[in-house]
């Protein structure tokens, strides 16, 4: 098992910056990937970054590239979502996820993932 607590998420007027982070615990040794997803009310959950736990390859939606970084510390097992340049449109329940194993899941589905934080909320004021 894999436990993911998000934290960071907070107020934010636009134009600002900040940083959330993941921290995983438990069996963090099989961790495949940890990527984050972002839900607006009334919306679907949306990929926005997901790193490879082993490697340390990062991927990005292609509307995050530029004002996202996705980073990690390892003696930590935290993983991090830096946002700048925040726009009202970023505020969403920002969510780490994480699968195991050692196959192949597209890391921008959802349904690859069998861990979730709570989430974390952002919003942006305009």
């Known amino acids: 098992q894999v436990q993911l607590v998000e934290s960071g998420g907070r107020l934010v007027q636009a134009g600002g910056s900040l940083r959330l982070s993941c921290a995983a615990s438990?069996?963090?040794?099989?961790?495949?990937?940890i990527t984050w997803f972002r839900q607006a009310p009334g919306k679907d959950r949306d990929f926005v970054a997901g790193?490879?736990?082993?490697?340390?390859?990062?991927y990005y939606a292609e509307s995050a590239k530029g004002r996202f970084s996705i980073s990690r510390d390892s003696a930590k097992n935290t993983v991090y979502l830096d946002v700048n340049s925040l726009k009202p449109e970023d505020t969403a329940a920002y969510s780490c996820?994480?699968?195991?194993?050692?196959?192949?899941?597209?890391?921008?589905?959802?349904?690859?993932?069998?861990?979730w934080g709570q989430g974390t909320q952002v919003t942006v004021s305009s």
């Open positions: 790193m490879s736990w082993r490697d340390g390859n990062a």
């Open positions: 438990g069996r963090t040794s099989d961790i495949y990937a």
């Open positions: 996820a994480a699968n195991s194993g050692s196959h192949y899941r597209p890391i921008s589905v959802p349904n690859s993932y069998e861990y």
